[in-house]
C-alpha cells in the first residue's frame, strides 16, 4: 500500500478513538435533573430509525439505551428498521420526518461516509440533523468462517495468493467501514478478493458462518455473539490495543501490519428542527443511561466502549468524521449513485 494511504489509515481511524470532546461514560449513574427542559414529553411511544436491520449493531444498541428510555417514561421505544444504501434510507426517512421528538435517528460510522462516497444524498447531511449524543466507539474484527484452513492474518494473504479467483469478502454496503476497511486491507497485502455487499451485518454473518462468503470486517459488538459460540474464527483486532473481551486475539500491528486500525461509532439524532428543550431532555436521559453501570457492562461485553457527549460535541465529532474519512474514501476510489 502506497505510504499516503498508510498515513491517511492512521489518521483517520486512529483519531476516532482518541476524540478529545467525548467523554467514556462513567462509572457511577447521574442523579435525574431537578429540572424538566420538556414537561409532558414524552406522551407517548418513541420511534427510533435504525440504518441497519435487526440483529445488526444498530438494533442492539438502540434495546439497550431505549429500554432505560422506556423504563424513565413508562412509553416504548419502537425500532424501526430501515436498511440499505449504507443507512441512507433510515437517515432520509429519519430526515424527513415529523421534528416533535417522536422520532429519532440511529446514526453510525456510514453516516460520516455517504457525503465523500455518493454523488448526490436526498438528505443534507450537515443540516437535516440534530445530533444528539455520541453512544458508543467500537473496533472493527477480521472474521472468516470456521472450515477456511487459516488462523492468522498471514495465513489468510497466503491462501489468497493461491487461489486464482481470489477469496470473497462480505460487507454491510459498499461504501460502509466495513467495506472500506476490507478494500485498504486487500491493497496492503496485495491480495485478490471479490466484495460480497449485504443490507447490514445479520444477514452478511449467516452466509459467512455458512461459508458462502470466505471473510468479513465486522464490528465487535455485532459479532461477539457468534464468536462466543464459535462460529466465527477472529484472525486479528483493528485497534491500538487487544480487546479484554478478546484476549487471544492479536492487533493487526502484532500480526505484522501496523498502523492498519479500523474503529466506528454509534449516536443518535432527531430530524433536525425538533424542539431545543426536547433535545435538552433526550440528551439528559440518554447520558444518565449510559452512566448505569448495567448499561455499561453490557455495551463493553458487546466488545463497545460506551461514550457520551452533548448535542453540541457530537456536532462537532460528526463534522470531525466527515473531513477524516473523505481522503479515506478518496484513496479507494469509490464514487456511487443511488
Known amino acids: 500500500m502506497k505510504a499516503t494511504m498508510r498515513l491517511v489509515l ?16 462513567a462509572e457511577a449513574p447521574a442523579k435525574p435533573s431537578v429540572s424538566d427542559p420538556a414537561p409532558g414529553y414524552p406522551n407517548k411511544p418513541i420511534r427510533w430509525i435504525l440504518d441497519y436491520p435487526a440483529g445488526g449493531l444498530s438494533d442492539i444498541l438502540a434495546r439497550i439505551v431505549g429500554q432505560k428510555l422506556t423504563e424513565a417514561w413508562g412509553h416504548s421505544i419502537v425500532n424501526d428498521a430501515r436498511p440499505g444504501a449504507s443507512g441512507t434510507i433510515g437517515y432520509n426517512l429519519g430526515a424527513k420526518a415529523t421534528p416533535d421528538g417522536y422520532t429519532l ?48 492474518v498471514a495465513e489468510l494473504a497466503a491462501y489468497a495468493k493461491g487461489k486464482p479467483d481470489g477469496l470473497t469478502y462480505a460487507s454491510v454496503g459498499t461504501g460502509s467501514s466495513s467495506f472500506l476497511a476490507a478494500e485498504l486491507f486487500k491493497k496492503q497485502i496485495g491480495m485478490a478478493a471479490v466484495h460480497v455487499p449485504y443490507n447490514g451485518s445479520g444477514p452478511a454473518l449467516t452466509d459467512l ?6 471473510f468479513m470486517f465486522v464490528n465487535m459488538p455485532g459479532a461477539m455473539a457468534h464468536i462466543r459460540g464459535s462460529r466465527l474464527r477472529v484472525l486479528a483486532i483493528a485497534a491500538p490495543a ?22 466506528g461509532y454509534a449516536g443518535v439524532a432527531a430530524p433536525a428542527k425538533i424542539p431545543r428543550p426536547i433535545v435538552a431532555k433526550l440528551n439528559a436521559e440518554i447520558v444518565r443511561a449510559l452512566k448505569m453501570p448495567d448499561v455499561r457492562e453490557r455495551i463493553e461485553t458487546l466488545g463497545g466502549e460506551p461514550r ?21 474514501v478518496k ?6 449513485k443511488l
Request: charged fraction near 15%; avoid cysteine; hydrophobic fraction near 45%.
Open 242 to 263: 487487544r480487546s479484554a473481551m478478546l484476549p487471544d486475539v492479536p492487533t493487526f500491528g502484532e500480526a505484522g501490519y501496523p498502523g492498519f486500525l479500523s474503529v
Open 331 to 336: 484513496e479507494t476510489g469509490v464514487r456511487l
Open 209 to 214: 458462518i455458512g461459508g458462502r462468503v470466505d
Open 105 to 152: 435517528i440511529f446514526l453510525s460510522t456510514p453516516f460520516s461516509l455517504n457525503i465523500s462516497i455518493y454523488d448526490k444524498l436526498p438528505y443534507d447531511t450537515r443540516n437535516d440533523f440534530a445530533p444528539i449524543t455520541l453512544i458508543s466507539m467500537y473496533p472493527n474484527l477480521l472474521v472468516t468462517h470456521q472450515r477456511l484452513p487459516v488462523k492468522t
Open 308 to 328: 457520551y457527549s452533548t448535542p453540541g460535541e457530537f456536532k462537532q465529532f460528526l463534522e470531525d468524521e466527515i473531513v477524516r474519512w473523505a481522503p479515506v
Open 10 to 25: 492512521v489518521s483517520a481511524f486512529a483519531a476516532a478513538l482518541t476524540a478529545p470532546l467525548i467523554a467514556p461514560a
